[in-house]
């Protein structure tokens, strides 16, 4: 049964520091994708890559987020130094893009609360 | 810029009441339209992909549709485990990968 992982599901730190969440796409998906969902705001985008190469991060707050795909099993969500107002669920999703469709399949999530 | 509004925010239902939510939407040239479904602490699970207007797609319960403007989930004789927050998302033509998700029609279906 291929799904989406994600590490940790769940993460309390204090203001400032470092915070880094981890996701395994689903094996052949070209495409991860990196969203957060607060109730105020619902799900936004904030990045993603294809084939590893990001393509759009302009939903990421950039002075303080970063994403990366060391290999195509491992994508990482970096934010430092972390701010209460990041307190959020953070996920992960995969895909296979075509020209039309991109099915996304998400994984369980990263509740993060900054203190 | 895209839009997706769902609506109504919230329905209450009974076993067995049928009903339908809404997804309007406005964009440049329709690459997809997506219903996903999420359950309280959980990732949004795919449900179905249209296309263009007129395109239906069924599972189980649950049928979609599509028009130039908006779509429609049909819940036929809900159960209590239909209950879950519906979203709805489109991607067009220029915004390469990059889906926009409406806010979601929360259901509860009691038994």
């Known amino acids: 049964d291929a799904r989406v992982t994600q590490t940790p599901r769940h993460k309390v730190t204090e203001m400032g520091q470092e915070v880094t969440m981890r996701c395994q796409p689903i094996l052949g998906h070209n495409t991860v994708f990196w969203y957060r969902q607060t109730m105020m705001q619902g799900l936004e985008l904030l990045a993603y890559?294809?084939?590893?190469?990001?393509?759009?991060d302009s939903g990421m707050p950039k002075d303080r987020f970063s994403a990366e795909m060391p290999d195509a099993t491992l994508a990482t969500l970096k934010i430092q130094p972390s701010e209460p107002r990041d307190s959020a669920v953070y996920f992960c999703?995969?895909?296979?893009?075509?020209?039309?469709?991109?099915?996304?399949?998400f994984g369980p999530g990263t509740r993060l609360t900054v203190l | 810029e895209d839009q997706v509004t769902q609506s109504p925010e919230a329905l209450r239902l009974q076993e067995g009441e049928s009903s339908s939510l809404n997804c309007s939407y406005t964009?440049?040239?329709?690459?997809?339209l997506f219903w996903y479904r999420q359950d309280p602490g959980k990732g949004p699970e795919f449900l179905f992909t249209l296309y263009s207007a007129g395109e239906e797609k069924e599972k189980e319960r649950l049928k979609a549709t599509l028009t130039k403007k908006e779509s429609f989930l049909h819940i036929t004789a809900p159960k209590p485990e239909d209950s879950a927050t519906y979203l709805c998302?489109?991607?067009?033509?220029?915004?390469?990968?990059?889906?926009?998700f409406g806010e979601g029609t929360q259901l509860t279906v009691n038994p």
């Open positions: 964009v440049s040239g329709l690459r997809g």
């Open positions: 890559f294809r084939n590893r190469a990001p393509l759009d």
């Open positions: 998302a489109v991607r067009d033509q220029t915004s390469g990968s990059r889906l926009t």
């Open positions: 999703a995969s895909g296979l893009v075509r020209l039309a469709g991109n099915e996304q399949f």
